[in-house]
């Protein structure tokens, strides 16, 4: 008999213009790896105003919500690939609306959270309503992600229209524990109370562990899931562990929790996958004509008047790239926020110091990204100081995929990274890669073998040990050219498949029967692919 899966998210890459982060991939991927194995799937997420427009209507969702009725609307959108075993759904109400985040999540710096809260407490009304309606088939499965979605176990634990799904096992992924939406219980247009006024709220069962008159929905789904999933096996010990900030990211406050629910046997750490087949194939020297064509590209854009002049500066630098070309390049390409760049924000004179082991060799350092406003002002002012330092400072598919071909070395000097996708795109193509010693990158790059790591007691201790392995590993790139190709042919043979993480999912999170697993280890399955074939993800 088949098995039958929905899964709730806010994010899904399945589907177009659905996508903020690494929650998109993941709820884009494992869909298509269990109908691989012949079970079906339904995707849902909230229309934002926009996504059900080329959609097909199913069914309206008559529900309470605020204590008064409401109405939503279920459509049916096509896939980016066309998969019998998978349907894609978005839900629509006038509230559901685009955010300023990715056209997804609102930014409300006054009230964390509170507009996103509003939205995904009548979204999980609308998707229980929708399972009630049994417009999903019989479920064996929900699997939720991320707070957005933890509110269906509120209705499952304590609403009476909802008693359907206590008959359904929950999974609850965390993907980013740091983002945690808390908001009161009461008093506020966007409290839990104001959401369900007919449902007795139990404080004592809901209360946030610091602020003991809130809810905090991350929370929420740590407690009350069949079976809790962190992204990779080290991030699951990492977060039972409070948080010393900078030095160590840890639970963030719930580590109580964490540990109560492993002690429970509903913890579990399942590293996320990469793609390795039906991949597009890219150029090759496309690298400074990607960057190039962009950056005239945005000159063009109205909205990228603000930062003309640097991007100008920018295209100099590349330019010149062109006529003398670098004798070494390594890169980064990620958010520009604190868990990717604090080792930068906190100490400048870092990143200063890797441009001048670097320019020592001809060596160059590229970092494309956007993101929080301070760090963008930090990374174009060394831009202007340092010459070999390029920041392209915008989002490029093309230019991404030419650094992940192109450069000889990956930096990812991640704060913390429950699991990191960076890295497994670079060493796909043989790219070695450099990287703080922490959560999913101790599960995916060992030290001198796959890979560059540093690690340290302090702050200080770190900043010392980053720039010491760097130096290392340029020194092996430049006088040591058998070691360097040994450790890109070991980067280039991992595989951290999504056939074999999803096949975890069935033994540990799902609790269902699956094909048996080999031998696999991550460290040893060599790939049987060319040494010059170049693939990235799509």
Same mark, same amino acid.
């Given at each position: 008999m088949k098995t039958n899966f929905l899964f709730v998210c806010a994010e899904n890459d399945g589907i177009p213009n659905c996508k903020a982060g690494g929650m998109g991939d993941v709820v884009r991927d494992v869909p298509r790896q269990i109908a691989s194995f012949g079970d079906t799937s339904h995707v849902v997420t909230p229309s934002y105003g926009r996504l059900h427009h080329n959609g097909e209507w199913i069914a309206s969702l008559s529900f309470t919500y605020r204590g008064a009725s409401q109405e939503?609307?279920? &459509?049916?959108?096509?896939?980016?690939?066309?998969?019998?075993?998978?349907?894609?759904?978005?839900?629509?109400?006038?509230?559901?609306?685009?955010g300023d985040i990715a056209h997804i999540y609102f930014n409300d710096p006054e009230q964390p959270f509170y507009t996103d809260a509003c939205m995904f407490s009548l979204f999980c009304t609308a998707v229980a309503q929708?399972?009630?309606?049994?417009?999903?088939?019989?479920?064996?499965?929900?699997?939720?992600?991320?707070?957005?979605?933890?509110?269906?176990?509120?209705?499952?634990?304590?609403?009476?229209?909802?008693t359907v799904l206590?008959?359904?096992?929950?999974? &609850?992924?965390?993907?980013?524990?740091?983002?945690?939406?808390?908001r009161p219980f009461r008093d506020n247009h966007s409290s839990l109370k104001a959401f369900y006024p007919e449902i007795i709220i139990d404080e004592d069962k809901l209360k946030d562990p610091r602020y003991h008159d809130c809810i905090n929905l991350m929370s929420l789904g740590i407690r009350f899931a069949d079976a809790v999933h962190t992204v990779s096996p080290s991030y699951k010990e990492d977060i039972q562990k409070p948080s010393d900030f900078p030095v160590f990211v840890g639970g963030e406050g719930l580590e109580n929790d964490l540990k109560q629910a492993d002690e429970e046997g509903r913890l579990f750490g399942i590293l996320n996958g990469c793609n390795y087949k039906n991949i597009n194939k890219a150029k090759k020297n496309e690298l400074y004509r990607n960057s190039m064509r962009a950056i005239f590209k945005w000159l063009q854009e109205p909205n990228k008047k603000y930062k003309?002049?640097?991007?100008?500066?920018?295209?100099?630098?590349?330019?010149?790239?062109?006529?003398?070309?670098?004798?070494?390049?390594?890169?980064?390409?990620?958010?520009?926020?604190?868990?990717?760049?604090?080792? &930068?924000?906190?100490?400048?004179?870092?990143?200063?110091?890797?441009?001048?082991?670097?320019?020592?060799?001809?060596?160059?350092?590229?970092?494309?990204?956007?993101?929080?406003?301070? &760090?963008?002002?930090?990374?174009?002012d060394i831009s202007y100081q340092k010459e070999n330092f390029i920041f392209i400072n915008g989002q490029s598919e093309e230019i991404i995929d030419s650094l992940y071909f192109e450069s000889n070395l990956y930096l990812m000097p991640s704060l913390f990274e429950p699991c990191g996708i960076s890295q497994m795109l670079a060493m796909r193509n043989g790219q070695p890669c450099l990287v703080h010693a922490t959560g999913g990158l101790i599960d995916t790059v060992e030290h001198m073998?796959?890979?560059?790591?540093?690690?340290?007691?302090?702050?200080?201790?770190?900043?010392?040990?980053?720039?010491s392995v760097f130096e290392d590993a340029l020194n092996i790139f430049f006088e040591d050219k058998e070691l360097w190709k040994h450790i890109s042919k070991v980067a280039k043979s991992q595989r951290f498949s999504w056939e074999h993480s999803v096949k975890e999912y069935y033994q540990q999170l799902y609790q269902l029967e699956t094909p048996v697993l080999d031998n696999y280890s991550p460290r040893s399955r060599i790939a049987k692919r060319k040494s010059s074939e170049f693939i990235y993800n799509k």
């Open positions: 939503a609307d279920l &459509y049916e959108v096509p896939g980016k690939k066309v998969n019998e075993n998978i349907k894609h759904y978005v839900i629509d109400h006038p509230a559901i609306k685009s929708a399972v009630k309606q049994d417009l999903f088939g019989e479920l064996q499965v929900i699997h939720l992600h991320d707070w957005h979605t933890s509110l269906l176990l509120f209705l499952k634990e304590f609403h009476p229209s909802f206590k008959d359904i096992r929950f999974v &609850y992924s965390i993907h980013n524990l740091a983002i945690q939406g808390i003309a002049d640097f991007l100008a500066h920018t295209g100099n630098k590349i330019y010149s790239l062109i006529l003398n070309k670098p004798s070494f390049v390594c890169a980064s390409v990620a958010r520009l926020t604190e868990q990717k760049f604090f080792f &930068y924000k906190n100490s400048p004179q870092t990143l200063i110091n890797l441009l001048d082991i670097l320019n020592e060799r001809n060596g160059v350092y590229i970092v494309l990204g956007t993101g929080a406003p301070e &760090y963008e002002e930090l990374l174009r073998k796959s890979g560059f790591s540093f690690s340290g007691n302090t702050m200080e201790a770190k900043n010392a040990n980053f720039e």
